[in-house]
């Protein structure tokens, strides 16, 4: 099968991804009376009509069946059907294959370039599809479509993972960690994987294969607000699904605001957004406070934590959060002092909120000062 592309699969190396095995051969080809454009605060293209235009693509030639379905998939995610088309080759006009938009996309304001989006989005979009053909079995496309947004938040948060600096510990170098997966990974939400695992010893030798599960998570942005002025803080109160696995008696939380960095989204971002959704806070100002993985033994997530500076006016508890999120949450704004102490008695018993509070404990005086 012959399918015509005009967006992000006009790039070999996506393409490569998605279609799976099997060679690959593209001709240039142009599709009258259409434009490319971008989706309205999105990265990703559509066509539209428009007389005069013509939308530049590839056809990719002789596909597969297998490939055709793995395209399909894809594809379906984001509700694109697959049409016939006549479009304009070196040879005349030909017969092809297209995914086409459903109605009503909203249109951004700028023109949308392959280069441009290879620039600054391939590497996660490579990710984001070899995770799809490792679900087994896989989903249908209305299913991928609900699993795209953390599909989506994974890939970036491994295209944004850098090294820290290794002044005291080893600098790894290519080889001494390897991981193999032993089987299909799980999970509609977050995602767990088992693997063989082998590194390099601190003697120079290798650990022989090592069994290990893992639990695939994302990066989060940790704020706890702060209002300098008044020496008041937010905790953000909810029903944890941890504790409650755990046999705690009581699941409900005091944590800071939080939230998973969605795709091409900036941690400083995150924390912003959340401040307002969860707490109905504007944060002025973003003091950095430290980013690491909570737990490493077995979980990838990491979290970019921030006290944010703000005018917490409010003194009495109130309710927050998005309802559409399925969000139950109680603010509660308190002194700094009263914090510490449900810190030191106990009650706050989550790392993010333990960490922050003693973070903001030695950077405080500098902060009210500042004031």
């Given at each position: 099968m012959d399918i015509f592309v005009y967006g992000t699969l006009k790039s070999h190396a996506l393409m490569a991804t998605v279609a799976g095995p099997g060679v690959l051969h593209s001709s240039p080809a142009i599709l009258a009376e259409y434009a490319?454009?971008?989706i309205a605060d999105n990265v990703v293209p559509f066509i539209e009509k428009q007389s005069g235009a013509t939308a530049q693509g590839l056809i990719w030639k002789d596909l597969t069946p297998e490939q055709v379905s793995r395209l399909d998939l894809y594809e379906g995610a984001f509700d694109y059907p697959r049409q016939t088309i006549e479009v304009k080759t070196d040879n005349g006009l030909t017969s092809a294959q297209?995914?086409?938009?459903?109605?009503?996309?909203a249109v951004g304001n700028w023109e949308w370039s392959l280069d441009d989006w290879e620039a600054g989005h391939l590497a996660p979009a490579i990710l984001a599809a070899q995770e799809i053909f490792t679900l087994d079995p896989l989903p249908t496309p209305?299913?991928?479509?609900?699993?795209?947004?953390?599909i989506e938040a994974r890939a970036w948060s491994k295209h944004r993972a850098a090294a820290a600096p290794a002044t005291r510990r080893y600098l790894a170098k290519d080889g001494d960690f390897d991981a193999e997966l032993t089987g299909p990974t799980a999970g509609a939400f977050f995602r767990f994987l088992s693997a063989d695992v082998e590194h390099r010893t601190f003697d120079g030798g290798r650990s022989g294969r090592l069994v290990r599960e893992g639990f695939i998570g994302v990066d989060a942005a940790i704020v706890l607000p702060y209002d300098p002025v008044r020496d008041r803080v937010v905790l953000v109160e909810q029903a944890r699904m941890g504790p409650r696995l755990r046999h705690d008696p009581n699941p409900w939380?005091?944590?800071?605001?939080?939230?998973?960095?969605?795709a091409r989204e900036a941690p400083e971002q995150t924390a912003r957004r959340e401040a307002q959704e969860e707490a109905g806070l504007a944060i002025t100002t973003?003091?950095?406070?430290?980013?690491?993985?909570?737990?490493?033994?077995?979980?990838?997530?990491?979290?970019?934590?921030?006290?944010?500076?703000?005018?917490?006016?409010?003194?009495?508890?109130?309710?927050?959060?998005?309802?559409?999120?399925?969000?139950?949450?109680r603010l509660h704004p308190m002194s700094f002092d009263e914090a510490l102490a449900l810190a030191d008695s106990g009650e706050i018993a989550t790392g993010p909120a333990l960490f922050l509070l003693h973070w903001l404990l030695r950077h405080r005086d500098r902060l009210r000062l500042a004031r």
């Open positions: 490319v454009r971008p297209c995914y086409m938009p459903p109605d009503g996309l209305e299913k991928l479509r609900g699993m795209w947004g953390m939380m005091l944590e800071p605001v939080a939230g998973i960095i969605d973003l003091e950095p406070a430290g980013q690491f993985y909570v737990s490493p033994g077995g979980s990838t997530d990491y979290f970019y934590t921030f006290v944010g500076l703000c005018d917490i006016a409010q003194s009495q508890t109130y309710l927050g959060g998005l309802p559409q999120e399925g969000e139950d949450l």
